[in-house]
């Protein structure tokens, strides 16, 4: 979709803006899910926050 608003950039640029911006956010959530998950699942780390 993006490379095909490209032809059209001067005239419309909603036709590459909206694209851009979900795909910008499907790759922030991705990244942040991910942050979480690595926070959530990391044994190592977890146990270096318990007190001795």
Known sequence: MI???T???LVAP???VFPGLT???VVLAANML???LRDRLDVK???SRRPS
């Open 34 to 36: 991910g942050d979480w």
């Open 45 to 47: 780390e977890q146990s």
């Open 3 to 5: 490379r095909d608003g």
């Open 14 to 16: 909603h036709l590459v």
């Open 7 to 9: 032809r059209y950039m």
């Open 23 to 25: 795909l910008m956010a």
